[in-house]
Protein backbone atom coordinates (compact mmCIF):
# COMPACT_ATOMS: atom_id res chain seq x y z
CA UNK A 1 0.00 0.00 0.00
CA UNK A 2 1.04 3.22 -0.64
CA UNK A 3 1.86 5.46 2.19
CA UNK A 4 -0.89 7.69 2.80
CA UNK A 5 -3.40 4.82 2.38
CA UNK A 6 -1.39 2.37 5.02
CA UNK A 7 -1.46 5.71 7.40
CA UNK A 8 -5.07 5.86 6.85
CA UNK A 9 -5.78 2.46 7.42
CA UNK A 10 -3.76 2.46 10.63
CA UNK A 11 -5.73 5.65 11.81
CA UNK A 12 -9.10 4.11 10.95
CA UNK A 13 -7.81 0.78 13.14
CA UNK A 14 -6.37 2.89 16.10
CA UNK A 15 -8.22 1.35 19.90
CA UNK A 16 -8.52 5.66 20.21
CA UNK A 17 -11.05 6.07 17.40
CA UNK A 18 -14.90 4.22 18.74
CA UNK A 19 -18.18 5.30 18.63
CA UNK A 20 -20.04 7.13 21.77
CA UNK A 21 -22.73 5.15 23.55
CA UNK A 22 -26.06 5.09 21.75
CA UNK A 23 -28.42 7.73 23.39
CA UNK A 24 -31.63 6.86 21.93
CA UNK A 25 -32.69 4.46 19.21
CA UNK A 26 -35.98 5.84 17.49
CA UNK A 27 -38.54 3.07 17.21
CA UNK A 28 -40.51 3.64 13.91
CA UNK A 29 -42.37 1.43 11.79
CA UNK A 30 -42.90 1.87 7.98
CA UNK A 31 -45.21 -0.05 6.36
CA UNK A 32 -46.31 0.71 2.94
CA UNK A 33 -50.17 0.86 2.60
CA UNK A 34 -50.28 0.42 -1.86
CA UNK A 35 -48.44 2.50 -4.30
CA UNK A 36 -46.59 5.79 -2.69
CA UNK A 37 -48.79 5.62 0.60
CA UNK A 38 -47.00 4.68 3.44
CA UNK A 39 -48.20 4.77 7.37
CA UNK A 40 -45.63 5.05 9.96
CA UNK A 41 -46.15 4.19 13.35
CA UNK A 42 -43.67 7.02 15.66
CA UNK A 43 -43.39 6.58 19.11
CA UNK A 44 -45.45 9.85 20.42
CA UNK A 45 -47.98 9.90 18.11
CA UNK A 46 -51.43 8.00 19.27
CA UNK A 47 -52.69 7.35 15.55
CA UNK A 48 -50.27 6.71 12.40
CA UNK A 49 -48.91 9.10 10.68
CA UNK A 50 -49.70 9.01 6.62
CA UNK A 51 -46.96 9.67 3.95
CA UNK A 52 -47.22 10.09 0.45
CA UNK A 53 -47.27 12.52 -2.84
CA UNK A 54 -48.90 15.61 -3.54
CA UNK A 55 -48.44 18.12 -6.23
CA UNK A 56 -45.15 18.59 -8.11
CA UNK A 57 -43.85 15.29 -6.32
CA UNK A 58 -47.13 13.57 -7.65
CA UNK A 59 -47.10 14.86 -10.72
CA UNK A 60 -43.25 13.45 -10.74
CA UNK A 61 -44.25 10.50 -9.94
CA UNK A 62 -47.30 10.10 -11.79
CA UNK A 63 -50.42 9.68 -9.16
CA UNK A 64 -53.11 11.43 -9.64
CA UNK A 65 -53.51 15.04 -7.64
CA UNK A 66 -56.18 14.42 -4.83
CA UNK A 67 -56.17 10.23 -5.06
CA UNK A 68 -55.80 8.75 -1.82
CA UNK A 69 -51.62 9.60 -1.55
CA UNK A 70 -52.47 12.86 -1.07
CA UNK A 71 -50.17 13.31 2.11
CA UNK A 72 -47.07 14.91 3.10
CA UNK A 73 -44.34 13.52 1.51
CA UNK A 74 -41.32 11.90 3.81
CA UNK A 75 -38.98 15.24 2.49
CA UNK A 76 -41.64 17.36 4.01
CA UNK A 77 -41.17 15.96 7.70
CA UNK A 78 -37.55 16.07 6.93
CA UNK A 79 -37.58 19.87 6.08
CA UNK A 80 -39.73 20.36 8.52
CA UNK A 81 -37.43 18.73 11.28
CA UNK A 82 -34.11 20.39 10.35
CA UNK A 83 -36.42 23.95 10.68
CA UNK A 84 -37.76 23.03 13.80
Known amino acids: MP ?3 AASVRALESPRL ?3 EVAYRSRVRVERVRGPLRRAMLPAEAEPVLFGV ?3 VADHYGVARG ?3 E ?3 TLDYVVAAAAG
Open 71 to 73: HAT
Open 54 to 56: HDE
Open 67 to 69: SEA
Open 3 to 5: GSV
Open 18 to 20: HMG
